[in-house]
């Protein structure tokens, strides 16, 4: 999917054997601080409010264990298939994988987007039980974008 | 510079540096060594120096990386570290016995609730990653600005500002939940517990309320609250402190429980 406007709006596509759902956002930070973010798995429930928690080292080759608030009940096993420090990081299970990418557009300012494609032969059966991604996706983007924004914006701090 | 100007300057910023260093590594003998070691690295890379940093920030950049490599085989400590070395404490029939002796016998073995905090602090920020609890320490207690931690660190000021922010935002979560000095629902009790035990002449509450922190709580201000926390120690070096015996004892403690600890969890 290209020419995705920087909105920060879902958009997803269906199709009979996968659905693929992307984002994008321009972000007023660093690419090293949102890539700080997006790779330390024990400080997402922090800033992230779709994610419960994340175990497990998210670098290359490595799993993880991650519980978002789209299904709380279960616990997603993926394992980190990209890692390239500040521009792309993709994790995935079996039938799917997710791919952030970070690029520069300024000095302080880079677009973010993020996309999820699952699918395969056997996608038809339970495509209907999926949950839409759409509303996660936007509150991933903007909790990472007002996160990210905050730290980069920081002063020094004053002390008492 | 010269070896005396190094050495002028290396005596001066001696205290904080142990202070720093002790408060990273929770070990008295590692904080002399690395102190030692630190010297002796600086006087043999002296012609290296450029003034490109005062020379303060080059001590510590030197120090830093000499607690780092001390530290890499280490776990981190964990979050609820008092519970675990409290405990601890009380299956340890010597442990009472030894800190009574030092309360009796040295002139530094005071039990004071501020000074108690500044411990509880240094033992909650040894559960960060090593580079927040490092960044942390530089720049709130120790004073030095972004850019100077860049370089001690060898970071970017973005991942700087990163680990400021993010050990800023645990350490006020972690003290939220746990202390009950500033939360009515906090899980530790143990100032006044050990105010009770060590100094029972000293009256909790009339002591505790003389500590800002404790007063300004009402605001709210959670930020606010571990700025004070901080400052504290600032204030209170715990080599030379009131208390500083009974201190380096609790924390030597601590140390050993959780490297001890550490093992049973890697098991």
């Known amino acids: 999917m ?57 670098t290359k080759g490595r799993k993880i264990q991650l519980k978002s608030t789209l299904d709380p009940k ?32 300024g000095s302080r300012l880079t677009n973010f987007s993020m996309n999820e494609k699952i699918g395969g032969p056997i996608f038809p059966l339970f495509s209907t039980m999926i949950p839409s991604f759409d509303k996660s996706f936007e509150q991933f983007a903007s909790d990472l974008k007002k996160e990210a924004e905050i730290i980069s914006n920081t002063k020094e701090p004053v002390i008492v | 510079m010269t070896i005396e100007q190094l050495t002028n300057e290396f005596e001066q910023a001696r205290p904080q540096l142990k202070s720093y260093i002790l408060r990273i590594t929770a070990s008295i003998e590692d904080t002399e060594d690395i102190v030692q070691d630190t010297f002796i690295k600086a006087s043999e890379k002296i012609n290296s120096f450029r003034g490109d940093s005062s020379v303060k920030t080059w001590i510590f950049t030197i120090a830093s990386n000499l607690a780092k490599d001390n530290l890499r085989a280490q776990k981190r400590w964990t979050e609820n570290v008092t519970d675990i070395c409290k405990a601890k404490a009380l299956s340890n029939p010597d442990y009472f016995t ?3 002796q030092i309360q009796h016998t040295s002139p530094h073995g005071q039990f004071e609730i ?55 935002a645990k350490m006020i979560n972690i003290f939220d939940g746990r202390c009950a ?39 709210g201000d959670k930020a606010h609250l571990l700025d004070l926390r901080l400052q504290l120690l600032k204030e209170i070096n715990p080599f030379n402190s009131h208390g500083s015996d009974m201190h380096l004892f609790h924390l030597e403690h601590n140390r050993k429980v959780m490297e001890n600890h550490s093992e049973i969890s890697e098991e």
């Open chain 2, 181 to 219: 000095l500033i939360n009515k629902e906090g899980i530790c009790h143990q100032c006044s517990e050990l105010n009770g035990i060590f100094n029972p002449k000293q009256n909790f509450e009339i002591e505790k309320n003389k500590i800002e922190m404790v007063r300004v709580d009402k605001k």
């Open chain 1, 74 to 105: 279960r616990i997603f096993k993926l394992s980190v298939k990209e890692f390239e420090a500040d521009n792309k990081l993709v994790w995935g299970g079996a039938m799917g994988k997710r791919i952030y990418t970070l690029k520069s557009i």
């Open chain 1, 2 to 58: 290209t020419g995705l406007p920087s909105n920060g709006k879902a958009v997803t596509i269906k199709k009979m054997f996968s659905r693929e759902t992307v984002i994008s956002i321009d972000i007023e930070a660093e690419k090293s601080i949102i890539w700080a973010l997006l790779t330390n798995a024990s400080d997402y429930p922090r800033w992230n409010s779709t994610v419960i928690s994340i175990h497990g080292a998210i």
């Open chain 2, 98 to 100: 030894e800190v009574m």
């Open chain 2, 114 to 168: 501020k000074e108690h905090i500044t411990f509880c602090v240094t033992c909650i920020s040894k559960s960060l990653p090593l580079e927040q609890q490092i960044c942390i320490l530089l720049k709130e207690v120790y004073e030095f600005k972004v850019s100077e931690i860049t370089q001690i660190l060898n970071s970017t000021e973005a991942m700087i500002k990163y680990y400021l922010h993010t050990s800023r």
